[in-house]
T-cell receptor, first 112, second 113 residues
């Protein structure tokens, strides 16, 4: 079963609006990463947040992590049409295997 | 451009056949990961190699195998192909074996007819 589950599965917003997507996971983690995938292309790393961090910013991206609730959120502010993509969270397993488990993604569509 | 290259870009083959997918990691990266992405299964971790050695295994079928060569490029071999193996196969690389950013290649789209 998936370690990370994104919510919502799909999101459609107008350009300029903020987009928020959430990720929930099941077991303890060392860190959580967010990736973006444009249709049919490779994933691009956006941000990594460690288990002892609560919030991280990168440009228009803001990621929060709540380890007590086993959840994370990705906020994209002032969205642009170019932000249209699928967004995935990836969580590691703390068993020391160094493998990441990706969620099923949120498909974001930003309308111009 | 992530610096990770994958060949071929597209592959069309028949059931029962065997194919080899190739991946060259970013210069300096020692870890290589393989993922399968199909419409109904999302992105599934298959296997990880670090400096030539297998370090982690995911949901990789016995019909699939991989290796990482001394020059650090990796190959994923898929045999006795079935219709359900049709998917995008991604390779990713990272600097080390720890928990860090992965750089993804453009993928190989495999179609099994």
């Amino acid at each position: 079963s998936q370690q990370g589950e994104e919510d919502p599965q799909a999101l459609s917003i107008q350009e300029g609006e903020n987009a928020t997507m959430n990720c929930s996971y099941k077991t303890s983690i060392n860190n959580l990463q967010w990736y973006r995938q444009n249709s049919g292309r490779g994933l691009v790393h956006l941000i990594l947040i460690r288990s002892n961090e609560r919030e991280k910013h990168s440009g228009r991206l803001r990621v929060t992590l709540d380890t007590s609730k086993k959840s994370s959120s990705l906020l994209i502010t002032a969205s642009r049409a170019a932000d249209t993509a699928s967004y995935f969270c990836a969580t590691d397993a703390t068993s020391g295997t160094y493998k990441y488990i990706f969620g099923t993604g949120t498909r974001l569509k930003v309308l111009a | 451009d992530s610096g990770v290259t994958q060949t071929p870009k597209h592959l069309i083959t028949a059931t029962g056949q065997r194919v080899t997918l190739r991946c060259s990691p970013r210069s300096g990266d020692l870890s290589v990961y393989w993922y399968q992405q199909s419409l109904d299964q999302g992105l599934q971790f298959l296997i990880q190699y670090y400096n030539g050695e297998e370090r982690a295994k995911g949901n990789i079928l016995e019909r699939f195998s991989a290796q990482q060569f001394p020059d650090l490029h990796s190959e994923l071999n898929l045999s006795s192909l079935e219709l359900g193996d049709s998917a995008l196969y991604f390779c990713a690389s990272s600097v080390s074996i720890g928990y860090n950013e992965q750089f993804f290649g453009p993928g190989t789209r495999l179609t099994v007819l």
